[in-house]
């Protein structure tokens, strides 16, 4: 009981349909590369029900293309259909199997997945599928974002939005997701969050067949070549400061 009680303690709140909308117009609002990323990262994060793990690596030396998320591990459909490859996972410890997480079709633009990764691909065009999902421009090689850019990009988020960055992390997204509204009289439970925040069309995870590619095109993306990691000056978004448009 008391091993129940202590981990509720410290049980941060999921992110609501709302609470959603509300981050991905602060990004917008940015007008900066670091904005159309952190957007990006939230909503593959609330639909795809990823972790922080899926999303990036602990440090840009420790990115491994055979585990971490690529830009080519996005796989989009001839009708703007958009999946993630997802090759490990907490609870998948093989690289033989592999799953392909749809993502919603989206009718709320501001909460569509398939239009935050294109703008994010146009800031930073690649040329591999090996390069990491989430990558910055800078006057170099782009930047690998790390799960601590992460981090505080979204606690930068959570303050633009006047709450306590305490009380939520980067699983908020994956709990808010995943977790069922409150049933509205007259419909059936068990829908999952997300369906609140638009019109998806489809939703759930596949198994991807051993030697099969899937009926995708994937985008792609640049070496696998780890930059220096980035430099998170204070700002509305830290992640922003050297990343805003002129």
């Known amino acids: 009981l008391k091993i129940g009680m202590h981990h509720s303690e410290h049980q941060r709140l999921p992110v609501d349909p709302s609470l959603l909308r509300k981050l991905c117009t602060i990004c917008d609002e940015e007008h900066s590369s670091a904005g159309r990323m ?8 609330f639909y795809g029900f990823l972790r922080q793990s ?47 997480i749809p993502l919603p079709t989206v009718s ?14 146009k800031d930073t065009p690649t040329t591999s599928a090996n390069q990491p999902l989430l990558l910055l421009p800078s006057k170099g090689p782009a930047q690998v974002v790390t799960i601590d850019d992460l981090r505080r990009g979204f606690a930068g ?38 369906m609140e925040a638009g019109s998806p069309k489809h939703s759930g995870a596949t198994s991807l067949p051993r030697g ?16 220096p990691g980035l430099t998170l000056p204070s700002a509305r978004l830290p992640l922003a400061a050297n990343h805003t448009d002129k």
Not at 38 to 45: D, G, I, N, S, Y
């Open 38 to 45: 952190l957007k990006c990262a939230v909503l593959f994060a």
């Open 54 to 100: 899926n999303l990036a690596p602990r440090r840009a030396s420790q990115f491994d293309y055979t585990r971490h998320t690529c830009r080519g591990d996005i796989l989009v459909g001839k009708d703007n259909e958009i999946s993630i490859l997802v090759k490990w996972s907490k609870n998948r410890q093989t690289l033989s199997d592999k799953i392909v």
């Open 108 to 121: 709320d633009s501001a909460v569509d997945p398939y239009i935050a990764y294109m703008d994010m691909v």
């Open 157 to 194: 988020l959570l303050a633009a939005a006047g709450l306590d960055a305490r009380l939520y992390s980067l699983h908020s997204l994956r709990r808010g997701g995943g977790q069922p509204p409150p049933t509205p009289r007259g419909q059936p439970p068990g829908t999952s969050s997300f």
């Open 212 to 227: 099969n590619p899937p009926p995708w095109r994937a985008l792609s993306s640049a070496p696998p070549r780890p930059p």
